[in-house]
């Protein structure tokens, strides 16, 4: 992932600032990065990459399937969970791999 790029094709329409939650079955408890970013007060988009069926909170729906890897592959993830802060259709910021709660603001 390069910061300023702009997002691979994606089936929902981008808002000014979002998140972006790339993720696959094998990433264990997501419970705090989930609440993490849900209270950041963007939009979230949950991508479950990988072609395993993995959940997402109630009230997102993940975008699945080989199109959804496809997705995670352009971006060149390196490690699963990826969560980028996405502004204008833009990477601004991206975290991968191991998360701790910190770092994501209430969105303006």
Same mark, same amino acid.
């Not at 395993?52 to 959804?68: F, Q, Y």
């Given at each position: ?6 997002? *691979? @094709?994606?089936? %929902?329409?981008?808002? !000014? =600032? #979002? $998140?972006? $939650?790339? /993720? ?7 419970? !705090?990065? %989930?609440?993490? &970013? ?5 939009? $979230?988009?949950? &991508?479950?990459? !990988? ?10 729906? *993940?975008?699945?399937?080989? #199109? @959804?890897?496809?997705? @995670? =592959?352009?971006? +060149?993830?390196?490690? /699963?969970?990826? $969560?980028?802060? &996405? =502004?204008?259709? =833009?990477?601004?910021? @991206? ?10 603001? +209430?969105? #303006?």
């Amino acid at each position: 992932m390069r910061l300023g790029e702009l997002l *691979p @094709a994606h089936p %929902w329409q981008s808002a !000014e =600032r #979002e $998140v972006v $939650v790339v /993720y696959t079955h094998d990433c264990g408890d997501l419970g !705090e990065l %989930w609440g993490a &970013v849900l209270r950041s007060g963007l939009p $979230v988009r949950a &991508v479950n990459a !990988e072609d395993v069926t993995s959940p997402a909170p109630a009230g997102l729906k *993940p975008w699945r399937g080989p #199109e @959804a890897t496809q997705f @995670a =592959r352009q971006l +060149k993830v390196g490690t /699963y969970p990826a $969560v980028l802060l &996405v =502004r204008g259709g =833009r990477i601004l910021n @991206a975290w991968e791999g191991t998360f701790q709660g910190t770092g994501l603001t +209430k969105g #303006e």
